[in-house]
């Protein structure tokens, strides 16, 4: 059974950071690209950041760049968003996602920025 248990989000204040973690298992974790996106209210899914399935390749939104960083751990089948610099704009919930023969998402996390 496939799953993936995003953790790590929470109120933070402006200027803050958190670290997202997204625990994957019931697939080989390895050959699957990984994503984090995030939905605020109102606003259409965003993709915040791509790792393929080595690490070798990253790119990072260009709303996030700088202060966002996307990195894995293939021996722990893990994910992580580390957010630096964090902004109101920033609050919204966050969801991984697994790319490759399927594609499979997280419950989510919610991230709040606010003083």
């Known amino acids: 059974q496939v799953q993936l248990v995003e953790s790590g989000g929470g109120l933070v204040q402006p200027g803050g950071s958190l670290r997202l973690s997204c625990a994957a298992s019931?697939?080989?974790?390895?050959?699957?690209?990984m994503r984090w996106y995030r939905q605020a209210p109102g606003k259409e899914r965003e993709l915040v950041a791509h790792?393929?399935?080595?690490?070798?390749?990253?790119n990072v939104a260009d709303s996030v760049k700088g202060r966002f960083t996307i990195s894995r751990d293939n021996a722990k089948n893990t994910v992580y968003l580390q957010m630096n610099s964090l902004k109101p704009d920033d609050t919204a919930v966050y969801y991984c996602?697994?790319?490759?023969?399927?594609?499979?998402w997280g419950q989510g996390t919610q991230v709040t920025v606010s003083s």
């Open positions: 996602n697994a790319l490759g023969f399927g594609s499979y």
């Open positions: 019931g697939f080989t974790f390895s050959s699957y690209a």
């Open positions: 790792i393929t399935g080595s690490g070798s390749s990253i």
